[in-house]
């Protein structure tokens, strides 16, 4: 029999184990505890911008239905890696996960993560009608257009996935084996395949150009054009107020696409899974704990929505 076939047939009964940290018990408690805490702050962070953002009338503007909608976002990626990793990392990798519980993971984190991207170069587009076309803003940015917008990241986000996730795991994998990061991420699943992946790895790294580096390139376009225009306001109050709507969002851009254009966007001849397991920490952990500080800490509207909802609360 072809052993491609026999991959195939025996593929209910093939198990992957995540490569734990450190070999030192310890070690693997703090990290346990350190990732705990990041996911913690993170979903709580982000369910509460999005809560505010829904509680507040004021709020009701397309900027806020999107930092809504990256909130969300967030939170429902976040929740898809922290599991299975809070699992493995306090077993010291001894946690299994089956082949269509890897692939199921390996797509709601692509999906996510490419939706998320996606929804930032839309943020940044919204910034710059805001700021460029400020007269013309409400009827520019209508919301139609902001749920399509919207409902379009999601879309683009879920067809890329399904057809990475679905050509990745046609691969035969011959037995079970331990992946070289704390989640199912592409390149250290593919290299566990028995078969060529030259055809993969290409894939993957055209996946990676559509969501990181077109919409970073719309993103750097829309900042060009608003940086010329926020140059243009003669009064100080005034640049500082169109400068400070988008600094948390430029912050957040930063963090979110310079960790996975470091692994995503570098030869798979590069890659190291030790430096893959230490970059993926950024964005699968930091950057979604960071994000709701960065907004709530930077945005007076949404702080003092914050501190209003608090009140009520006492």
Not at 101 to 129: E, K, N, T
Request: charged letters at 10%; one cysteine or more.
């Amino acid at each position: 029999m072809d052993p491609t076939e026999d991959a195939n047939q025996t593929g209910m009964m093939i198990h992957f184990h995540f490569r734990p940290f450190s070999k030192r018990p310890e070690v693997q408690t703090l990290i346990f505890v350190a990732f705990l805490i990041m996911h913690l702050v993170s979903v709580s962070g982000n369910i509460s911008i999005s809560l505010i953002i829904w509680t507040h009338r004021s709020l009701h503007t397309p900027m806020y239905f999107f930092l809504a909608n990256l909130a969300a976002l967030e939170t429902c990626y976040s929740s898809t890696i922290a599991p299975l990793t809070l699992a493995s990392t306090l077993s010291m990798g001894r946690t299994l996960v089956s082949l269509a519980g890897c692939g199921a993971q390996m797509f709601f984190f692509i999906f996510l993560g490419s939706a998320d991207c996606i929804l930032l170069a839309v943020m940044a587009y919204d910034r710059f009608v805001a700021i460029c076309h400020p007269l013309r803003y409400s009827l520019m940015m209508s919301w139609r257009l902001c749920a399509r917008l919207a409902l379009g990241s999601l879309v683009l986000g879920f067809v890329l996935a399904m057809q990475l996730t679905v050509l990745i795991f046609r691969l035969p994998f011959c037995s079970s084996k331990e992946i070289g990061m704390f989640y199912c991420d592409v390149l250290p699943v593919v290299r566990l395949a028995c078969a060529d992946t030259r055809v993969h790895e290409a894939m993957l790294f055209v996946v990676s150009v559509a969501v990181l580096t077109l919409p970073f390139l719309l993103i750097t376009l829309s900042y060009v054009f608003i940086a010329v225009a926020i140059l243009k306001i003669r009064s100080a109050e005034g640049r500082h107020k169109a400068f400070s709507t988008c600094s948390s969002h430029m912050t957040v851009v930063l963090l979110q696409y310079g960790g996975t254009s470091l692994i995503y966007l570098c030869p798979s001849s590069s890659y190291s899974p030790e430096r893959g397991q230490v970059v993926s920490v950024v964005y699968t952990f930091i950057t979604p704990m960071l994000n709701p500080l960065i907004y709530s800490m930077r945005n007076r509207e949404l702080k003092d929505a914050f501190k209003r909802a608090v009140m009520r609360c006492l």
